[in-house]
């Protein structure tokens, strides 16, 4: 278990993070700085599946953009060669990159919502049991694009349990 200077300095980076999630062009420092805050808190509350779910979201995501930029890339590149593909191919393209999509934002979703159910757990804050629930139904709802917001919803539960970590 670690020192309550520890999880108080974890829960200020969280909190930094958290808000510099919500400016564009910082964002991505802001979720560095969330992923630090993990990975001390996982350190600080003994409890390695807090970081090392945090870590499969991240790398799943990441995949999951690379895959999505490989399919429209070639999506492109084939519509180039085969000129004037019919439209029912584009469709089944189309459906197949955005079902890959998904699935990837699914499990990415799964691994997120595992990270902070175990940092309630840890932790005993419960907003952090709440932004686990809403990043889950987030990633579920992303096929209607209501989604996204709630992860903007769980992002400010994230905030609140990393601000009552600060003290």
């Known amino acids: 278990m670690g020192t309550q200077e520890d999880i108080k300095s974890a829960g200020t980076l969280g909190f930094v993070g958290s808000i510099l999630m919500f400016i564009p062009y910082v964002s991505i420092i802001g979720d560095i700085l969330v992923l630090i805050a993990l990975n001390k808190l996982s350190k600080a509350y003994g409890n390695n599946a807090i970081w090392s779910n945090a870590l ?69 804050v419960g907003d952090f049991g709440s932004a686990a629930r809403w990043y889950w139904l987030g990633a579920i709802l992303t096929i209607i694009i209501v989604g996204f917001i709630l992860y903007i919803v769980a992002d400010i539960y994230a905030l609140l349990g990393y601000s009552k970590l600060r003290g």
Do not use: C
């Open 56 to 124: 499969y979201a991240l790398v799943t995501a990441i995949i999951g953009g690379i895959i999505l930029a490989f399919a429209f890339a070639g999506t492109a590149y084939l519509s180039l060669i085969y000129l004037g593909p019919s439209a029912l191919s584009r469709l089944g393209m189309f459906i197949v990159v955005f079902v890959v999509f998904y699935i990837i934002i699914l499990i990415s979703g799964l691994f997120m919502r595992n990270a902070y159910n175990e940092l309630s757990r840890s932790s005993g």
